[in-house]
């Protein structure tokens, strides 16, 4: 992988206060250059803004590649900012450049524009003030912030303030629970004047798909109603490391939220930090017993590493997975999903499991003299350019993400040592 230097290598380096101007001279830069050579003017034609804020050079060159890889789509002023560690120079560089792309099987060309700024120790607080007058005014603006954010910080509460939808990934948070109870509250509080989106809710979409699609027949569906147990079961790594629940409990908060599941008030969660068991409770007043349990030993790799491999075998003409045997998942990936429910006396089971390859997801069910036949499903391993790429089509509010959010931080909170902020 190319280090940031030689993604920067092309840009040309310049003042903060000069940014604008020095856009607005690569611009004409590159209409002067392709009208020389027989081409057609371009327009600064950019339909959004996006700034990114990044923790380190890996993360600030994964971020760009993925932006390049669908600026011709999307076309706009891309604003990076990452830190470094102490070293001289000013506290924050300025790093300038145009991007023209022939937009495929059109004809068209696409002009966008990216900035890079990097900020040394100490000067994360001077952030916004550099970024915010950056954003396109008209144009939706998009925050991508990798990483875990620095809840409740100026910094932060800023830049959310100044863009239309905030991105995250809550699997990559270290302390998950904490983290969704977090969330939900800056989504709460903002909540008229921006958006939020989870790449680890968009990854769970074909479980959720799997889960409901058990109940499209007419002959099942009274079984939602007789629910009375629920299972989520989540990859963690080694006994020794933290789990990360944040994708089981979106799950579970998806569930709830459809189905009308509350607690009764005063309730708390109870175990461990390997399994936490909750009792809701239905529109009719029945208890549902919910586990949220973490399976230790399930091999653990970052997701953006995971889609690098399935993207290595995919080009590969050998017909071998690199790295066969060892499959993995990112963290907190759902492993299981198991669903109990009794209607009229009779049982019911419903469950998705994970392969052993980690890349499928079967289903089963049973019921007196009405058993569906098992399916087996692939799960897309999505990299963050596709995961992006949704989130930045999507200009609305997502009620059923929200929804499933506030029940998943509710739940989250309630479990021992957790406080909302």
Not at 220 to 248: F, H, K, M, Q, W
Not at 303 to 314: G, L, P, Y
Not at 346 to 370: I, Q, W, Y
Request: charged content about 20%; overall charge negative.
């Amino acid at each position: 992988m190319s280090g940031l230097n030689d993604l920067l290598a092309g840009m040309r380096k310049v003042e903060v206060d000069q940014i604008e101007k020095s856009l607005d001279d690569i611009w004409r830069e590159t209409n002067v250059n392709t009208l020389s050579g027989g081409g057609v003017a371009v327009s600064r034609n950019a339909v959004m803004t996006l700034v990114i804020f990044t923790r380190n050079e890996a993360e600030a060159v994964r971020a760009i590649q993925s932006v390049e890889s669908m600026s011709a789509v999307h076309p706009s002023r891309c604003i990076l900012v990452t830190t470094l560690e102490a070293r001289e120079g000013a506290p924050i560089e300025a790093y300038v450049g145009g991007r023209l792309r022939n937009v495929s099987g059109s004809g068209a060309s696409s002009y966008g524009e990216q900035i890079v700024l990097e900020a040394r120790d100490g000067a994360a607080q001077h952030l916004p003030g550099a970024v915010l007058p950056l954003i396109l005014s008209g144009l939706p603006s998009f925050l991508w912030w990798n990483g875990e954010p620095p809840w409740r910080s100026e910094q932060f509460e800023a830049m959310v303030d100044g863009c239309d939808r905030i991105v995250l990934d809550t699997s990559e948070m270290t302390r998950g629970e904490d983290s969704l109870v977090a969330l939900e509250d800056v989504e709460h509080r903002k909540i008229s004047n921006c958006a939020f989106s989870d790449f680890n809710w968009t990854r769970q979409q074909p479980w959720r798909e799997l889960v409901a699609g058990f109940f499209d027949s007419d002959s099942l569906r009274p079984y939602l109603e007789g629910i009375d147990r629920l299972t989520v079961e989540y990859a963690a790594g080694a006994e020794s490391s933290a789990p990360n629940p944040a994708a089981a409990y979106l799950f579970v908060g998806w569930l709830a939220s459809r189905l009308g599941w509350r607690t009764q008030s005063g309730a708390r969660g109870t175990g461990m930090d390997e399994q936490r068991q909750h009792t809701l409770y239905s529109g009719i007043g029945q208890p549902i017993t919910v586990e949220v349990t973490a399976r230790h030993g399930v091999p653990i790799k970052s997701w953006h590493s995971i889609v690098a491999e399935d993207a290595a075998f995919d080009a590969s003409a050998s017909g071998i997975r690199p790295g066969a045997g060892q499959a993995c998942v990112g963290s907190g990936a759902l492993m299981t999903v198991h669903l109990h429910a009794r209607v009229d006396g009779n049982t019911g089971t419903f469950a998705v499991a994970r392969e052993r390859d980690m890349r499928h997801a079967s289903t089963l069910c049973h019921v007196p003299e009405n058993a569906l036949p098992s399916q087996t499903v692939h799960l897309p391993s999505l990299g963050e350019s596709a995961l992006l790429m949704e989130q930045l089509e999507e200009l609305t509010h997502n009620t059923i993400y929200e929804t499933a959010l506030a029940a998943a931080a509710h739940l989250s909170g309630l479990t021992p040592g957790r406080v909302r902020p």
